[in-house]
């Protein structure tokens, strides 16, 4: 089993930064790669960025790219999520996930972990 716990959240005004962390706890020698979803109110979970346990490798949703920074520290079992020039279109609450397989995905049933989710809000 393998628990996930966000920290972060909060608000900002629109065209500033904000830092999302994600940390592991359980089984961790399985988690391969590691998600970030984010969900605003009425709207379905969508996916933000990912990245691989092992090699790094990253992709990104087109609404985050160029703005949106995901990293991660092996040793210490963290995930974060750098976002900058933030608009109020990314206010919603923001979920880290896992995936045991270790893929590229954008697809949330293919995670089999989640955290509680963190807060985002920016104000115009």
């Known amino acids: 089993q393998v628990q996930l716990v966000e920290s972060g959240g909060g608000l900002v005004q629109a065209g500033g930064s904000l830092s999302l962390s994600c940390a592991a706890s359980g089984r961790t020698f399985s988690i391969y790669a590691m998600g970030w979803f984010r969900q605003a109110p009425g709207k379905a979970r969508e996916f933000v960025a990912v990245?691989?346990?092992?090699?790094?490798?990253?992709y990104y949703a087109d609404s985050v790219k160029g703005r949106f920074t995901i990293s991660r520290d092996n040793a210490g079992n963290t995930v974060y999520l750098q976002m900058s020039s933030l608009k109020p279109e990314d206010t919603a609450v923001y979920y880290c996930a896992a995936d045991r397989d270790n893929r590229l995905t954008t697809i949330s049933q293919r995670y089999d972990y989640w955290g509680q989710g963190t807060q985002v809000t920016v104000s115009s």
């Open positions: 990245i691989t346990w092992s090699s790094g490798s990253t």
